[in-house]
């Protein structure tokens, strides 16, 4: 069946970890953008290691990339700078690309990178990932529509990537008490000392659903202050 970018971004909504998460992604991606050859990666928390998923790519091009590709890498410049998905034609001619280091090198002629693109997955105010992209020669580049999809199926992932990471942080006091799944990941960015402005920059949602998801927190939990919320939802973790 035909991959569509609702049923995509439904498969990440559910997702229940991390790795199911990329899994479904990976499944679904390459055709969903007419693409040879895609991948995710994902940094690894402090002290722990990142999370790659490649297709239509050798082993050998993790190592190609990482010692002399990300230097020469303006599209990947773009989006760490910008937090937008961006490809080559944004910043390069046909022509230019052509002879761009990036594209003699090695992604053009060696791995057979006609086109690229690339999007962000972004936490806290920063990035912490990205999904990767290329066309084989033969195929046309990325238009402004792959872009919008892009755009759309990256703001998914980095939310619900920010709340699986929630979920691991943050225990409940009494099995009867219930958080939903977006008061268990605002509650979570209170206690990283966040402010409700850049929460909701953080969740893509405004100001005002972050003010009444914490006074409905709040009433659940009967305590009237945000410390307080964040001390008792961390009672658990010490019982």
Known sequence: ???TLPSLIQKVTNASSVNQLCG????AAGELFGSQHWGIY????????GTIYLKGLPDSFIDYYST?????DKVMEYVVYH???AHEQIMFTEATW????????????????EHIMTGPIVGEGRLIGTVQFARTSGNPAYNTQDLLKLSAICAHISAKLALLRCQDELFLP??????????LQIAALVAKGLTNAEIA??????QNTVKQTLKRIFRKLDVSARAEMVARLQLSRVD
């Open 1 to 3: 069946m035909s991959e």
């Open 24 to 27: 479904h992604y990976m499944d």
């Open 42 to 49: 994902i940094h690894g928390k402090a002290g722990q290691q």
């Open 68 to 72: 002399v590709g990300a230097a020469l």
């Open 83 to 85: 937090h937008a998905p």
């Open 98 to 113: 052509k002879q761009s280091e990036l594209y003699q090198i090695g992604c053009g002629k060696i791995y057979d990178h």
């Open 174 to 183: 009494k099995p009867e008490i219930f958080l939903t799944a977006r008061e």
């Open 201 to 206: 920059t953080e969740l893509w949602i405004s």
